[in-house]
């Protein structure tokens, strides 16, 4: 009965680098989000798949940013060329359903990225 | 689009006292409300959810909150806190219609004094 994990929970980037930032849901959970904690703050959402279809990305801040889950189970966000406003806790949750409305999201322990 | 505010970014309150955090939201379209809290260290956890029906949601630590439409207010209580209380507490809304994302609030950290 394993949780969300997120690997790793630590990273500490130069500015300029690319950094990838792992999840692994639920076993069986369909639908997968991703959100970014700035300090002080509330999460923000980022993206969202059902299975391996990425189903909404508005939230992701620019294109540097990207994400994939490309067999509908863990997913991988992936910051190219980071900058000092990505230094943040970004947390992965994942719901058994085809993101139905009232399911709960389970969320992992997030990892702390830091750039330099 | 929908928001939410949490009042009080800190709370600081005695053990056995009790307390409310509060949380407004704004949405022109019918939103489902939720409250989260992450103890130290640890990752985000539901604490309880308002879908339909009675306006008054329990928890099973004591926690409640309810629903207020009319103030699109969504406070949480507890008539006596403990020391392991202690955390930060998250409130958040979803949509009816569509992807289950949430829109969370800033937090609000609520302290335990002995």
């Known amino acids: 009965g394993a949780g969300v994990s997120q690997s790793p929970r630590y990273k500490v980037a130069k500015r300029g680098q690319d950094v990838a930032l792992r999840c692994d849901p639920i076993?069986?959970?369909?639908?997968l989000f991703w959100y970014q904690q700035a300090l002080g703050q509330g999460p923000e959402f980022l993206t969202y798949f059902q299975n391996e279809a990425q189903l909404d990305k508005s939230g992701l801040p620019s294109d540097r940013f990207f994400a994939e889950r490309p067999e509908g189970s863990v997913s991988t966000l992936k910051i190219q060329r980071t900058q000092q406003e990505d230094s943040a806790v970004y947390l992965c949750a994942s719901s058994p359903g085809l993101a139905m409305r009232t399911d709960t999201q389970y969320f992992g322990p997030g990892t702390r990225l830091t750039v330099l | 689009a929908q928001s939410v505010t949490q009042l009080d970014s800190q709370v600081p309150v005695f053990e056995e006292a009790p307390v409310e955090l509060r949380c407004n939201y704004s949405s022109s379209v019918s939103v489902y409300l939720f409250w989260y809290v992450q103890y130290p260290n640890q990752g985000l956890q539901l604490l309880l959810k308002y879908l339909s029906g009675s306006t008054l949601v329990e928890s099973i630590n004591g926690f409640e909150a309810e629903f207020n439409k009319s103030q699109t207010s969504f406070h949480l209580r507890k008539p006596s806190v403990h020391i392991s209380d202690t955390a930060e507490y998250f409130c958040?809304?979803?949509?009816?219609?569509?992807?289950?994302?949430?829109?969370f609030g800033q937090g609000t950290r609520l302290t335990i004094n002995p």
């Open positions: 958040a809304v979803s949509r009816y219609q569509g992807a289950q994302k949430l829109v």
């Open positions: 076993s069986g959970h369909v639908s």
